[in-house]
């Protein structure tokens, strides 16, 4: 892509908003491209596995008996280990909630461009970053996405346009929150750890979450672009909503398949610091976003990470349980943090930089 393209990256929502557009732009074409093979829009989708896709009943594990509880914690280890994706109902944040977020989300895009500049940032690690694909400055081929990204925690950023977005989203992200750390006590319990066992190791009492809402409006030609190409996440759980279903695949089994959330929950993946910890027993999911011709898709995930300065490594107490050696280098978790954001994304590239051997 040349120099002036880069300078002057355009909103993908403003360029579907300015003309009738029949056909994409050739720095969308994905599928095309020589660097990126078939992958990232091959389009086999297995249908019958949707529902084999495994559903937490969050309330159990809260306040189900102690039977009940277990059992939950067991189908919660066997989510992360065979899945590294599941739903989450019953999780207790209203419904009302999660569509007011998701409005305010619509609202900030529908933005002016002038009004959403400030917001832009310069850097990949600002708090506060907005602007299209993943990272433009690096990437081949753009992705077919606008972003609105903040770091909510430890500190709380958030922009201050439009109206209330600030004081919705620091409620949301809380209630969010609860529920993640709720979910790694129980992970945690699942490697036979104790329950406060991953949030102590990773420092997770001001652990670093970000707030990532992706805009994807409609494409003419939604078998050309990406939404957002496969990879992992950074962090120890991601949990998602999103306005309408279709667009998020995982890979399973060498497959993509696409989710198809019961109502009312969240979606919920193990993200590279759960399979760092648990030394590659719960794996992080390869995950993408294709776009479709008709509707705009708002998705919104919250990633919940480690303290900027722990270093994560494998769970001495599972190595020596096990008899197995470190299948991991440890890395801080900024400098994880920044790799992944200054370059492009691609697949589990973060993660295999330091798998030994
Ligand atoms: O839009 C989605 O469904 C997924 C978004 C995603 O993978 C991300 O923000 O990391
Ligand atoms: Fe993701």
């Known amino acids: 892509m040349n120099v002036l393209m880069r300078n002057k990256m355009t909103w993908v929502k403003s360029l579907v908003e300015s003309t009738i557009l029949t056909s994409i732009p050739s720095c969308y ?3 095309t491209h020589p660097s990126h093979g078939g992958d990232a829009t091959s389009t086999e989708v297995v249908d019958k596995d949707q529902r084999l896709i495994p559903t937490i009943d969050f309330s159990l594990l809260i306040s189900g008996s102690p039977q009940q509880r277990s059992l939950c914690v067991q189908q919660l280890g066997d989510a992360c280990r065979d899945w590294g994706f599941f739903y989450v109902t019953n999780h207790g944040v209203p419904q009302k909630v999660i569509q007011g977020i998701l409005q305010a989300c619509l609202s900030f895009f529908n933005m002016s461009e002038e009004d959403k500049k400030e ?13 299209t694909s993943f990272n433009s400055s690096v990437e081949n081929v753009l992705c077919w996405r606008d972003f609105l990204k903040v770091s909510v925690h430890p500190e709380f950023h958030f922009p201050h346009k439009p109206a209330s977005f600030s004081d919705i989203s620091l409620d949301y992200c809380k209630r969010v929150r609860g529920v993640a750390l709720e979910l790694i006590g129980g992970i945690s319990e699942s490697l036979g750890l104790e329950k406060d066992y991953i949030k102590k190791a990773l420092e997770m009492e001001s652990g670093l979450n970000s707030f990532i809402a992706n ?12 939404g957002l190409p496969p990879h992992s996440d950074r962090g120890v759980l ?4 999103e306005n309408q279903g279709g667009g998020l ?3 399973h089994n060498g497959r993509w398949i696409q989710p198809c959330a019961p ?3 969240f979606l919920v993946n193990v993200a590279d610091h759960l399979e760092i910890l648990s ?11 294709a776009v479709n011709n008709k509707t705009t898709r708002i998705s919104l995930a919250i990633s919940h990470g480690p303290s900027a300065k ?24 900024e400098e994880y943090f920044m790799l992944q954001q200054s370059n492009q994304l691609n697949g589990k590239s973060c993660l295999d930089r330091i798998r030994i051997g």
Request: with cysteine.
């Open 310 to 333: 722990n270093v994560i490594v494998p769970a001495q107490e599972l190595l020596l349980k096990n008899n197995q050696l470190a299948a991991y280098w440890g890395m801080k978790y």
């Open 238 to 241: 991601t949990l998602l909503v």
């Open 249 to 251: 695949e995982i890979k």
């Open 263 to 265: 109502p009312n929950s």
């Open 29 to 31: 074409a994905y599928s």
């Open 279 to 289: 030394n590659g027993k719960y794996k992080s999911v390869v995950h993408r976003v």
């Open 215 to 226: 805009f994807y409006p409609p494409c003419p030609q939604p078998k050309l672009a990406i």
């Open 119 to 131: 917001f832009e940032g310069t850097h990949v690690m600002d708090p506060i970053r907005c602007g």
